[in-house]
């Protein structure tokens, strides 16, 4: 009971939602939307990071940008401090500046629109496709103007983004097609490797993530200038490689080339990373079984289930999200509540980007602008997946659901 007596909003009505939890049925323990797993493997090369003296960008990033290198199957992979980093110098390695337009999906994290604003660029957003969520290109095309530099699509929960039909929009009007996939390092369309697939392919490793360095990024290309260019904004805009400076080769001089950034990451972050990836398929096998468990038992319940990924791409299964209907007795927003009086936790992976205040304030956005992601927006819910997550917590999840649906 601590822990519904501590939820509770204010203390005035403490009594009154006790009294109500009572008499619902619920898990004991709280269930974390979210939560990493962390092996011994992690700890212990925290551990030899630490003792080794060498906490910064050194030997085990390299070792790290190495591994994600060749898993992803390109020549050049820059490890950085967060996706929003990553998301931030791809645009500027591409020199996309003030004045360009960048169109990114309405569906997805701020980070993403954000990066475009960083470079000084207009974010123009496009709708999303009913059917898997990904940026429609169809919509894309009706939103390209002279200004448009660059297509950002984003492989949203996991599943790829139509990569042909945007390749074909960016050649025919010379456009960079950059790509977010923070939710899906696993991905594949067509049978290549999401990160071969745009130009850059930025990645995301924060701590609820498929892959986690507790904070990370990564870039992804094959392109050796731009990747050049990149490593030296990730440190200030100092000449390459100038993390070596402190290292037992003695001092070295430094150019600054660029008015740079601080957004390396460090050896501990890669500590993590090295033996996060080297769990990454088994990983997604877990999560790929908690999906059919959740798609096999929400059958009946008066909910939309995630879309089936079509034959032609690997689903990199990063969100298990449901819509409620109109045959669902429940709003979102109530859902959401009623599972955390049920001791689950849920989330909103995303409340349509252009209606955020600050959207609507500096480029006039308003509801009804981009009404599929929108519509999907109001209506979904994410629920727990993670290799933490088990087949029993999977059924307590579907219980409570199908407790809240019933009443
Ligand atoms: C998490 C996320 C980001 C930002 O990643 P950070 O590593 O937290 O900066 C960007 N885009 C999408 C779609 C995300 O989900």
């Not at 919509?139 to 448009?148: A, G, L, Q």
């Not at 042909?164 to 929009?169: A, D, G, K, T, V």
């Not at 001089?253 to 769990?279: C, E, P, W």
């Not at 927003?333 to 049920?342: S, T, V, W």
Request: charged fraction near 25%; proline fraction near 4%; hydrophobic fraction near 40%.
């Amino acid at each position: 009971m601590e822990a519904n007596i501590k939820s509770c909003g204010s203390s005035r009505l403490k009594k009154h939602h006790v009294c109500l939890r009572d008499k619902i049925p619920m898990r004991k323990e709280y269930l974390v939307y979210g939560s990493p797993l962390i092996g011994e493997e992690e700890v212990e090369e925290v551990v030899a990071t630490i003792r080794s003296g060498w906490l910064g960008t050194g030997p085990k990033t390299q070792r790290f940008e190495a591994d994600f290198a060749a898993f992803q199957g390109i020549e050049y992979c820059v490890a950085v401090s967060s996706c929003s980093a990553a998301l931030h110098l791809a645009m500027l390695a591409a020199g996309v500046k003030r004045g360009d337009e960048v169109i990114v999906p309405a569906l997805t994290f701020c980070a993403t629109a954000n990066a475009v604003v960083h470079s000084g660029a207009t974010p123009i957003f496009a709708d999303i496709n009913g059917e898997d969520l990904t940026i429609d290109p169809e919509d894309v095309r009706r939103r390209i103007t002279p200004r448009t530099r660059a297509i950002l699509p984003v492989h949203i929960h996991g599943y790829p983004a139509k990569m042909e039909p945007l390749r074909s929009l960016a050649d025919e009007h010379g456009l960079l097609l950059i790509g977010d996939a923070a939710h899906a390092i696993e991905a594949e369309y067509k049978g290549i490797k999401i990160g071969h697939l745009a130009d850059i392919t930025c990645f995301s490793f924060y701590v609820t993530k498929n892959l986690t360095t507790v904070e990370g990024g990564m870039l992804a290309t094959s392109n050796q200038e731009w990747a050049d260019k990149i490593k030296i904004l990730a440190l200030h805009g100092m000449s390459k490689d100038a993390w070596i400076r402190h290292s037992d080769e003695g001092y070295q001089h430094y150019q600054v080339a660029d008015a740079g950034f601080k957004y390396n990451m460090t050896d501990i972050q890669a500590s993590f990373g090295i033996h996060q990836l080297a769990r990454i398929e088994k990983n997604l096998e877990w999560r790929e079984q908690l999906w059919s468990r959740y798609d096999e038992k929400l059958t009946d319940l008066r909910l939309r289930r995630p879309p089936t990924p079509s034959a032609d791409v690997r689903h990199a299964r990063h969100i298990y999200a449901v819509q409620v209907t109109e045959q669902s007795p429940l709003s979102r927003d109530r859902l959401l509540g009623e599972l955390h009086n049920r001791n689950i936790g849920s989330a909103v992976h995303y409340t349509a980007l252009h209606l955020h205040p600050y959207y609507r304030r500096s480029f006039g956005y308003r509801e009804g602008d981009l009404p599929v992601a929108e519509a999907y927006g109001n209506t979904t819910l994410s629920l727990p997946l993670s290799p933490k997550v088990s087949d029993e917590d999977v059924d307590d999840v579907v219980e409570a659901l199908a407790d809240c649906l019933r009443s």
